[in-house]
């Protein structure tokens, strides 16, 4: 390399004297100076396109889904910084275990806040509505991992690219939030609106369909509006709220909000951290809460080291991973089928997601009729999901490169899940709506597509409302939020001091959990 190295310094040193000679004009050299992949000026629609793949790989499906998925019990950390993460070592508190996804939230925050102002100059409306639905989505992923972060002066930039505030000043959870729901209106009235050049094939989700980016909006809203609804002062309205903007959100699977470009070369985030560092295994958990109810997901979901596919609790190799105790060793307990899943989308928002999140409204609306069969359409759903992230394992290119998966079981169907729900759910709901609608949530976020981040969420909100659903079996103490990024901590004095050493993890709740900040 050294050698290499010294070659291009003569090249470029020789082609630099014989500009010189050549009397080159100043407009010569700066063609010369321009980096080509690096360009300066961006136009929204390409800026679009790069916010919903940096906002899928990086921010929903990488190191917060990760990690959380042990928080929650999804997965748990068997190897390296997720067995630290595991038994609560270091690894939660630490300024540096969130710091890239910390960088990445606010490059993205950037790029969104540029998209818009392009789309106003341009008259691209309706690219600025989808550029303001990723900034609103953006900024609730900030504020709900972090608590009161930098965000009104942050990642704010001058014409000539440069930030505008070198130490953004920290704002208020409670200021966020209103934020992002004004950001949603104003994105939902663009998206009405046209554009005077039509964005197409770099909207990477919908190819350009407005109509498609509303009904997410308000599936966000609905999200977010739930999210709330600790600190509602009227909840019955709040409550009614959710239930309006899911009506006017996903209708069916197809609808849903997903990245779905994973491929040999591009690789779910899961799957690309799981296929490096084999540092996640199977959860006794979770694998406890399906073998409770029955549940036939359980002879889909779950692979011994050797790749071979559990038929269930009975099968002689089923050895889950204990949660907060399990040993630091790679390929020992069993793992789940998603961290082979190389092609199975990410999704920003599901349809089974808004499903629950009416069933829910419903259910503390003292309607579990309405919510009954609201419910099983969402099971069915995840049903759904779940199979597509099993045949994306069992047809990852890398995995059967050595060989594949081998498959035990056959695909569980809509009919399967509808004698799941009938002989299973039912009894339980009858007995307790609202609690067996939250841990069908639970189990339906389990999986490839990025969902643990916000099963995090719900799990706090519960937590927050005085409602233990989900009982988690970690004996450590549970982590009530993200640090801050070492990025900040070092440089920016309100972070510095915010963050501490970092303990406040364990103890302060975020705001919309009951906190202060």
Known sequence: MRKISKHIQGVAVALLMGCCFAACSE??????NVNKDNPQNVPENLLVADLLVATAFYNVGGDFNTYLSSYIEHEVGVHNQLSRAEHREGEPQASSTFNNVWVNLYAVLKNARIAIDKGTANENFVTRGM????????????????????WSEASLVTPEGLPVYMNPAI????????GIMTQLDEAIADLGSTDFSPITKEDLVYGGDAAAWIKFAYGLKARYTMRLLYRSTNKTETLNDVISYANLSFQSFEEQAALSI??????NPLFDFQWSRDALAASQSLSDKLIARNDPRIRRVFFDPDWVQ???????????????????????????????SQIAPTLYLSYHE?????????????????????????????FRNMELSVYSALKAPA?????????TSAPLTASDAEAYFTASVEPLFDANPLQEVMIQKYLAFFGASGESTECYNDVRRLKALGEDFILLDNPKPFPLRCPYGNADTTTNPEVKEAYGNGEY?????????GGNR
């Open 262 to 267: 994973y491929d040999a070369n591009n690789l």
């Open 354 to 382: 808004v499903l629950f999140l009416k069933a829910e409204a419903l259910c503390r609306l003292n309607n579990s009729a309405d919510a009954k069969p609201i419910l099983q359409e969402a099971i069915t759903a995840a």
């Open 131 to 150: 550029a303001r639905v990723l900034a609103a989505y953006t900024s609730a992923l900030l504020t709900d991992m972090f608590g009161d972060t930098p």
């Open 27 to 32: 407009d010569t050299l700066d063609r010369i």
């Open 399 to 407: 995995v059967m490169y050595y060989g594949g998966l081998s498959e």
């Open 171 to 178: 704002d208020k959870q409670s200021v966020i939030y209103e």
């Open 505 to 513: 993890v364990y103890t302060e709740n975020v705001w919309w959990a």
């Open 310 to 340: 559990m038929t269930g609790a009975d099968d002689p190799n089923f050895y889950m991973a204990p949660n907060g105790t399990a040993e630091e060793a790679q390929y020992t307990y069993n793992t789940s089928a998603f961290v082979y």
